[in-house]
């Protein structure tokens, strides 16, 4: 008996240590980007999980509207989330608790309490904050579908703790059963972009369970004060309440007798299909309240997903480094239930598979940065999500531009989930069906749907009839279906991208009819950057370009950007564009401009590779000083150090490849462009067992430029990597120095 006392007491002491361990989640900041513009929140969970969690500043789900920013004055509650992380999008499918003490008050204004950041802190793997207008303290803790979220209240007396079902529908329901301690509830998600307000097809759902008996409080509908009462005055019975919340908070309150230090806990399930899998995720995940339990299960899978890429330097870099861990793996997010089943892509119903299938797919954003370093530290998850996207493409038709909420939306320019898949695929990634694939490739590049209808539903590539007859989009096509009306020019250029992608493709598959056409298309950048002025210009049908023109100012043909940022976008052919402008010293002296009077945007992701084009113009030492600017400028360690929108994680993919050294300037080309490493030493551990090893001897904040560089012990005079160098293991070593050596790289060749 002794023994086994002793026993449990080293087990006790060993836990609390290992709680106490400081550890790679513990280096992340989920603060980071929530002022300024970040757009992010600080989202408790695990990565790709189906809902976050996050304190919550506002009370709606609004396209645009953050549910948290570190500057606001008050708090409303702890969200259950899908807002798309560092995105404009609406929240959709989610619910917002609150607790307090005292009489439950009746005016909504009154529902909200001041955070002090002293008394807050964030991990991915836990959030606590103190809500001193209200004498309650909340934490939560989660895992992919479910949370746990715990309320303290610090006096004794009456309590209530509130359910806001934040659908901007008049058909959301909260059914109470105070019997079983349990509130459900169905959020139904509309569509946004394009049907915008129409039936996505789906719902939110939600299971919550207390570990307290309650008694029903008053509930509401938008806009309608609830009564206040005492907890001797509500009746403690099931009630269903239907809600209508055009954004307008609507919901309903239980309440409790507690004593000063007591914690009210509530176990939570979500799921996209029902009441009924909900609660089967809820008690597959968190069958019980141990919150530590939880919050050790969450710790433990954000250290193991952290540490694929272990790295060493001050701790400042640490920091910034894995807080853009962090935010590049939270999207896509699973959309299935531990029982595989989950919505029917576009059309409506249910579907049961096997294994995870992802949804909110930013792809304008993350083909360039997000996916190909999924690529490199996760590339059976990344076959997941194109599995994920061919599903969709077979369910509704055409393979999705943009899908967000389950549904089509042409949101943005290109077709560059085409690029997600293609760029997997000629890296070797085979865990998906290429024959499946193809088709919805190739349907996108060549057809248009079949009615006006679908057209307007979003699929397809809009404008294609013209891009195909003209070569490009001219200004009298204003493609008015869109949710990003016009921009011409940028469509052409990023189709010409898309087109040669598409055809590396058919090229490996032997459809040589098609990637000759597809590549006789990648040459239509031609056809939008006017060569008298040498920039991406707009263009009528009969051929004249738009007049007047001043490449540094907007115009409603470039999408987020300038004609100077766009005519950059060549990633298909850079020595092609380099031609255009005049050969080398032409191209260069024009970065050179755009860097100098301070046209470069980070902000926005068509500038993401422009720094890295001096490499093919023979002054690497520019790209490696252009990079080295921007990773100090746009990311810091504190709440406004993402100085742009991180869409769904691409500026945080941007910092963690050009930190380790390199960046894809062309996915769908298996190989990246060297940058210059900010770290002394970092290691990718490969899921093949392998390890990469980057070594940057010498480095500093001073010490930028590349003296040389080898591969495996030999010396590496180009300027760029295979995929499969970083794939089949070795080490990459970098000699660092404060002035450029113009001399390096020697070898020209071209990414293969």
Not at 144 to 154: K, P, V
Not at 530 to 558: E, L, M, N, V
Not at 698 to 708: K, M
């Amino acid at each position: 008996m002794l023994r086994k006392a002793l026993s449990l007491a080293l087990c006790a002491v060993t836990l609390s240590a290992a709680a106490q361990k400081h550890t790679l989640a513990d280096d992340v900041n989920p603060l980071v980007g929530t002022s300024a513009e970040g757009n992010t929140f600080p989202g408790v969970g695990v990565p790709y999980g189906m809902t976050s969690w996050t304190p919550a500043i506002t009370r709606t789900e609004k396209k645009g509207t953050v549910a948290y920013l570190y500057d606001a004055p008050k708090l409303y509650g702890i969200r259950a989330t899908h807002f798309l992380s560092g995105s404009a999008v609406q929240d959709y499918g989610s619910f917002q608790f609150l607790a307090g003490t005292g009489i439950f008050p009746a005016d909504a204004s009154k529902r909200a309490s001041s955070f002090p950041h002293s008394d807050e802190h964030s991990t991915p793997y836990r959030y606590d904050v103190a809500l001193p207008d209200l004498h309650v303290k909340a934490s939560v803790t989660a895992l992919s579908r479910s949370g746990l979220l715990s309320f303290t209240f610090q006096q004794s007396g009456p309590a209530w703790l509130q359910v806001e079902n934040l659908a901007p529908g008049g058909d959301a329901t909260l059914t109470v059963d105070a019997a079983h301690r349990e509130i459900t509830g169905i959020n139904p998600v509309r569509r946004f972009y394009r049907g915008t307000g129409k039936s996505a097809g789906f719902a939110g759902y939600v299971v919550i369970r207390f570990d307290h008996d309650f008694k029903t409080g008053p509930s509401w509908k938008a806009n309608n004060a609830p009564a206040s009462g005492t907890p001797d005055e509500e009746q403690a019975t099931q009630t269903a309440i239907h809600l209508a919340a055009d954004f307008q908070p609507a919901g309903t309150a239980i309440t409790f007798n507690v004593k000063q230090g007591e914690t009210v806990r509530a176990r939570i399930g979500t799921s996209f299909v029902s009441i009924d899998e909900a609660r089967k995720n809820l008690e597959a995940e968190i069958s019980t309240f141990d919150a530590a339990a939880v919050e050790a299960k969450s710790h433990a899978t954000w250290d193991r997903a952290l540490g694929k890429i272990e790295i060493t330097g001050p701790e400042s870099d640490r920091r910034v480094f894995y807080t853009a861990m962090y935010h590049a793996i939270l999207v896509p997010r699973t959309f299935s239930d531990v029982s595989g089943t989950r919505p029917k892509f576009a059309v409506g119903g249910t579907v049961k598979g096997t294994g995870d299938y992802y949804e909110d797919f930013s792809a304008w954003d993350t083909f360039r940065a997000l996916h190909p370093l999924l690529t490199i530290i996760d590339p059976d998850r990344d076959a997941a999500m194109v599995r994920s996207l061919i599903s969709k493409g077979e369910e509704g038709g055409f393979l999705p531009i943009f899908p967000m909420w389950n549904s089509y939306t042409s949101a943005m320019v290109g077709d560059h989930a085409a690029v997600i898949i293609a760029d997997a695929y000629l890296k070797g990634i085979r865990g998906f069906d290429i024959n499946r694939a193809y088709p919805l490739m190739r349907r996108n590049a060549f057809e248009e749907p079949k009615t006006i209808e679908e057209y307007k539903d979003g699929k397809g590539r809009r404008a294609l009839d013209d891009y195909l007859k003209l070569g490009y989009v001219p200004l009298e096509n204003k493609v008015l279906d869109a949710f990003h009306q016009q921009e011409q020019v940028s469509r052409t250029l990023e189709y010409a991208y898309d087109d040669f992608v598409v055809a590396q493709v058919a090229k490996s598959l032997g459809k040589t009819e098609d990637a000759a056409a597809l590549m006789k298309r990648a040459q239509n950048y031609r056809n939008v950057i006017d060569p008298q002025t040498g920039f991406a210009r707009g263009r009528h049908a009969d051929g004249t370009w738009d007049s007047p023109f001043d490449p540094s100012k907007p115009y409603k043909y470039i999408t987020e950007g300038l004609p100077f940022q766009y005519t950059f976008f060549v990633p298909q052919n850079v020595p092609g564009l380099i031609k255009l402008e005049g050969g080398n010293a032409g191209f260069t002296k024009k970065l050179d401009e755009l860097f100098a009077r301070k046209l470069y945007d980070h902000g926005n992701e068509p500038s993401h590779a422009i720094t890295y084009l001096y490499d093919y113009a023979g002054e690497a030492w520019k790209t490696q000083q252009e990079v080295a600017v921007t990773r100090k400028n746009w990311y810091q360690d504190r709440p406004s150090g993402l100085a742009g929108n991180d869409d769904a994680g691409q500026m945080s993919a941007w910092y963690l490849l050009s930190a380790l050294g390199f960046y894809p300037v062309t996915p769908g080309i298996p190989a990246y462009e060297i940058g210059t490493p900010l770290l002394p030493d970092a290691k990718i551990h490969l899921t093949n067992g392998k390890t990469f090893h980057i070594h940057a001897e010498g480095v500093s904040p001073q010490n930028i430029y590349i003296q040389s560089a080898t591969l495996n012990g030999k010396p590496l005079n180009n300027f760029w990597i295979k995929h499969n160098d970083i794939i089949n293991g070795g080490e990459l070593t970098f000699k660092m120095g404060p002035q450029p050596n113009k001399q390096w790289p020697s070898d020209m060749a071209l990414p293969r």
